[in-house]
């Protein structure tokens, strides 16, 4: 296990060729609400990227250059970011080969009385290669699941295990070495350790790196 307390485009660019074998991630989502503002999900993180879509491929640029296999991107396109998540699609047109959706079972209703609930998320697969393979004869690409209840100070997106656990379980091998450029909470490191792979977090704040630091270091000892 690894981990780098760094901006992660930064952290990435030391990063041999098809040095990492997956990527599993869920980036910031640019809802433009600075770390001040007592919404934001992030009190250590000014979430609102000036150009979002530039920021994202750039990033996305980097992880399809080290990783051998796929990269899992998840992501909620929102009031904010949808513009840039849907270009997303267009940009990378040769290079998605699947789109896994999230449904969160418990979604908070809209904030205006007619408009629809954004009860989901995707999971975007981006890949070099033609196809990306499952360890399963038959797996739908769709999971459901609660929203996270879990929270820590100063951090109210935490990823939920099972999303983590449907990904490392269902896409990777025993051993193989799984990156998280936004590793937050660690919760994708959580799952590596309990499924038995080796896992590289990348986190920018410090804050959430000490917590996920020792939040590793315990499932390291009970594992």
């Known amino acids: 296990m690894k981990l780098i307390n760094a901006d992660c485009l930064e952290a990435l660019k030391l990063f041999n060729d098809n040095s990492i074998d997956y990527v599993f ?30 920021w994202s491929i750039s990033i996305i640029d980097e992880l399809l250059r080290v990783t051998k296999n796929h990269i899992f991107w998840n992501i909620q396109a929102n009031y904010y970011n949808k513009k840039d998540v849907f270009k997303l699609f267009g940009h990378y047109a040769d290079k998605i080969q699947q789109n896994i959706i999230w449904h969160k079972t418990n979604a908070a209703p809209s904030s ?13 697969c981006f890949t070099n290669q033609k196809n990306i393979k ?18 820590i100070k100063g951090h109210s997106a935490i990823m939920n295990i099972e999303v983590a656990d449907y990904i490392i379980k269902n896409f990777t091998q025993e051993n193989e070495i799984i990156l998280d450029p936004f ?6 490191g959580i799952s590596c350790l309990q499924n038995n792979r080796q896992f590289i ?23």
């Open 25 to 54: 991630t869920s980036p910031p989502y640019n809802i433009k609400r600075n770390k001040n503002n007592k919404y934001n999900k992030y009190k250590y993180f000014d979430d609102g990227i000036d150009n979002y879509l530039d």
């Open 134 to 151: 499952t360890n399963q004869i038959f797996l739908k690409n769709h999971i459901e699941t609660p929203i996270n209840s879990k929270r």
């Open 201 to 223: 977090g990348i986190e920018l704040a410090q804050q959430y790196f000490e917590y996920a630091k020792d939040r590793l270091k315990k499932a390291q000892n009970d594992n």
């Open 112 to 124: 205006q009385k007619y408009y629809l609930t954004n009860a989901v998320e995707y999971i975007i």
């Open 183 to 188: 590793m937050g909470s660690g919760t994708t």
